[in-house]
């Protein structure tokens, strides 16, 4: 697994970075390894907390996990925890669904089954009508409604697309495309 470590606020020394490329080197098992996996890890300080944010792209899906520490090792540690625990909840989805094809990418045979989660059903389907409009309106209705997300048609390019609310702050948009 190729790695990428990026610092903002912080310079990322060589103890640091071989400190993150070990604890990845332990995910290997988890991945059909080969040049197009990438791990990309972005660490930030703030006054009191470090956060580390690690991407994970494969052939089939996206891993990514952001976690935020006091010390930048343990939020390293606490990161990979939390990926581990992803691929469990995805492992036990897709064979349960039968959708192993989906994970292509994923070594699940190195993976501990999760217990059932008994949270997983889908509890809501939901129709709407996707009225053409710019994002400025798609935004405003998203506040009008309280969510953290809200589904248009981009009334410039007609592509089905999504706002979001971001957790550092702003808005982000994703368009669907064919």
Known sequence: MRCQIVGKNIAITDAMKRKVEEKLSK????FVINEDVVAKVLARTYKTMQKV????????MDFRVEVTAKDFYE????????????????????????????????????IINEEDDENDEMVRVKEVYLKPMDIEEAI??????????????????????????????????IQGRE
């Open 27 to 30: 995910m290997d098992k988890y």
């Open 53 to 60: 944010e690690i991407t994970i792209n494969t052939k089939m």
């Open 75 to 110: 939020a390293v540690d606490l990161a990979l925890d939390k990926l581990e625990g992803q691929m469990r909840k995805l492992k036990t989805k897709l064979c349960r669904r039968h959708k192993e094809s989906l994970g292509e990418s994923i070594a699940f045979e190195n």
């Open 140 to 173: 405003t209705r998203m506040e009008a409604l309280g969510h953290s997300f809200f589904l248009y048609r981009d009334v410039d390019d007609d592509l089905i697309s999504v706002v979001y609310k971001r957790f550092d702050g702003g808005y982000g948009v």
